[in-house]
């Protein structure tokens, strides 16, 4: 066991020999390095935004599990908020506020990190909508054309959208908003959004929910965009093996013809970071309105 300190906390770092990634040979401190190393992009993307914590303690080849409620063994340093659910019961859930929180919970075996779309300040009020492109059995092309038609009927209502490719499948396309939008109005702007979509690209897209039925077309699903509905991080780490990354992007990068939703990983996204400018880096700066 070993300590470190960050932002003036210690931690104890545990099993920093662990492989969580066994095929490919990557360590529970090579996951605590990178979550240390990537925080200055990260964290302004989901400060202040409760969280839920995907942790895999034996390594993704073993099940893991979804933590919400923050460990009454937490230290008390690290930011929280507690919420209160309809039916009764109240969730304590932590903010990942900072370097030594990020550091922390990759301790915890804390893979990946999907948030909120909303801040602990205005939990009913989002400030992201999410609508997020699921291939089906579609080409990388094919979600990347789709991606950039998005994009131009998003610039129609002059908004701001910013893409990443998630890691595992598809595409998030992420337009930050003002916090005066309930989620009811959020969700229902991006259906009409996905619909104007579909209206113009029938070949290509669908609001079908049910796989089985969207044969090899695009599923543009906007349900993120409730209450208490998470997405995963900007930079997170995905459970599979060479811990890919879910990267955000430029617009322009999507022209890449070798990307792949995993093209990114822990082991290359650095090299990558230092020749290109941080692409998500305004986009608290950024936040629209709905018509």
């Not at 070993?2 to 401190?29: C, Q, Y």
């Not at 879910?246 to 970071?273: G, K, R």
């Amino acid at each position: 066991m070993s300590a470190i300190t960050v932002d003036r906390h210690t931690i104890e770092l545990s099993n920093e020999d662990k492989l969580l990634f066994p095929k490919s040979k990557i360590t529970k401190g090579d996951l605590i390095a990178y979550y240390h190393k990537i925080a200055p992009y990260l964290l302004p993307l989901i400060k202040d935004h409760p969280i839920a914590m995907q942790r895999f303690p034996d390594g993704i080849d073993k099940e893991g599990f979804y933590q919400k409620e923050m460990g009454d063994y937490f230290p008390d340093w690290i930011e929280r908020k507690t919420v209160k659910h309809k039916a009764g019961h109240q969730t304590t859930y932590v903010l990942c506020n900072n370097t030594a929180t990020l550091v922390y919970l990759a301790n915890q075996a804390v893979i990946t990190i999907h948030h909120w779309l909303s801040t602990a300040a205005k939990l009913r009020y989002p400030d992201r909508m999410i609508f997020d492109l699921d291939p089906s059995e579609t080409s990388c092309d094919q979600l990347v054309e789709a991606a950039l038609y998005l994009k131009e009927i998003i610039d129609s209502y002059q908004l701001a959208s910013f893409v990443m490719i998630t890691g595992s499948r598809g595409l998030h396309v992420t337009v930050p908003l003002k916090q005066v939008y309930t989620f009811r109005s959020v969700r229902m702007f991006a259906q009409k959004v996905a619909q104007q979509f579909i209206d113009q690209y029938p070949q290509l897209a669908t609001l079908e929910v049910r796989k089985e039925k969207r044969k090899n077309k695009i599923f543009i699903d906007t349900l993120r965009n409730q209450w208490a509905q998470h997405a995963v991080a900007p930079y997170a780490v995905r459970p599979l093996e060479h811990a890919p990354i879910a990267m955000p992007l430029s617009w322009h990068e999507l022209n890449n013809a070798h990307l792949t939703a995993q093209t990114y990983t822990i082991n290359n996204i650095f090299s990558h970071i230092t020749q290109h400018k941080d692409p998500w880096k305004d986009f608290n700066k950024t936040e629209g309105l709905i018509p």
